[in-house]
């Protein structure tokens, strides 16, 4: 069973910098797909990026240029890093992982999701 462990949120200022972390157990999750996306105060949650095991990510237009993934195979770990935030970009962060490709914008497709962390950013 595939378990994932997010870590790293909390509350910075407009325009600083977080690093949220995600780390998987299980069988083979290495060569899985791993995204992250979010859930806004009264939103639906909304798929940010995917990262494939080639290392191929896509970008929601919102995080573009702002946020990067990456990930560590041995660590089986997600990274997101999160520089120039906005007050828009508060909410309940969730990562997540499949054992095929999903695009972010599909994200309903990951099989398995984080219990979430929160980030908040004042202006």
């Known amino acids: 069973q595939v378990r994932l462990v997010e870590s790293g949120g909390g509350s910075v200022q407009t325009g600083g910098s977080l690093r949220l972390s995600c780390v998987a157990s299980g069988y083979g999750t290495t060569r899985y797909s791993r995204g992250w996306g979010r859930q806004r105060p009264g939103k639906d949650r909304e798929g940010l990026v995917n990262i494939y095991p080639d290392g191929n990510t896509q970008y929601a237009d919102s995080v573009k240029g702002r946020f990067t993934m990456s990930r560590d195979f041995g660590k089986d770990t997600a990274y997101l890093q999160m520089d120039r935030l906005k007050p828009e970009d508060t909410a309940k962060y969730y990562c997540?992982?499949?054992?095929?490709?999903?695009?972010?914008?599909?994200?309903?497709?990951?099989?398995?999701w984080g219990q979430g962390i929160q980030v908040t950013v004042s202006s």
């Open positions: 997540a992982t499949a054992p095929h490709y999903v695009h972010f914008r599909e994200h309903w497709l990951f099989t398995t």
